[in-house]
């Protein structure tokens, strides 16, 4: 039988990984954090502790924090545009509309626009509904310069955000219409199912062949597909749900090549995310637990 210290963290894993997941956008270096909360609260007197959940949440906040500054210089050198790490996600996570879309792809880059500490107080605040208090004591900072902070992350993001909350259904019927262009080729159905002002980003991390940087418009975007040159001409595509959304794993010889998350407004396709860099690929075997 599991200790008390072991039952506390493992029932609330699945809730501290996403924490870690969305502070830093790496399933790899979440799953680090977890580890590092780990060794951190196994030497805690859980008898002094007064809510082991928000307890833990501060550890994993914290050591999430040391990380993202250290990723922000890898980011730095990074060859071409940088994408979260794509996680396969069971249908419970669709069906929880505010979690889906608060760790969808294009949700997560507008949480890249926001700085450590903006990040960590609009993540903990928005999405997990932690009080003032409790991220003061997470970031370190007090509970007046919090809510400042959270202020300013909302405001930030609102003005970047997604135009709004887009049904798994419509972002299906999208993502069919797209798959079907992009089999045939065909440059009038991609126009068709393209947004006039949709971005096309490519991850290869300067390992595989990828766009070095965002294309944008309809017709550029259609023609690079058509092309084969946005990497998914070829293999085999077929539906997923990643990030809590509908998206396309493409397959080569059996194996992923490329995850192909969308963003969908008003019915047609307004990011493409392609995430084609090996070392993000390795958790899409199974499907990653997540929760708030």
Known sequence: MADPATEAFLGCRNLLFTVAYQLLGSAADAEDVLQETWLRWVDVDLAAVRDQRAYLVRITTRQALMRLRALGRRKESYVGPWL??????????????????SVSMAMLLVLETL???????????????????????????SPAAVRQIAHRARSHV??????????????????????????????????????PDVVFLGDGGGVVQATLSPVSG????????????????????EAAQVN??????????????TVVAVRVDDGLVTGLYAVRNPEKLSRLAETTALSR
């Open 84 to 101: 979260p790490e794509p996680l396969l996600t069971a249908p419970d996570v669709a069906e929880d509309v505010e979690l889906a879309d």
């Open 115 to 141: 700085g450590p500490a903006e990040r960590a107080v609009f993540v903990l605040r928005e999405v997990f509904a932690l009080d003032y208090g409790e991220i003061a004591e997470a970031v370190g900072k």
């Open 158 to 195: 609102a003005a970047r955000r997604p135009r709004g909350t887009v049904s798994a259904a419509a972002t299906r019927d999208a993502l069919e219409a797209f798959r079907r262009a992009v089999e045939t080729g065909d440059l009038r159905d991609l126009l068709d199912v393209l947004a």
């Open 218 to 237: 309809a017709a550029d975007v259609a023609r690079l597909l058509a092309a084969g040159l946005g990497n998914l001409a070829g293999g085999t595509l």
């Open 244 to 257: 809590g959304y509908p998206a396309l794993l493409l397959r080569r010889d059996g194996e992923i090549d």
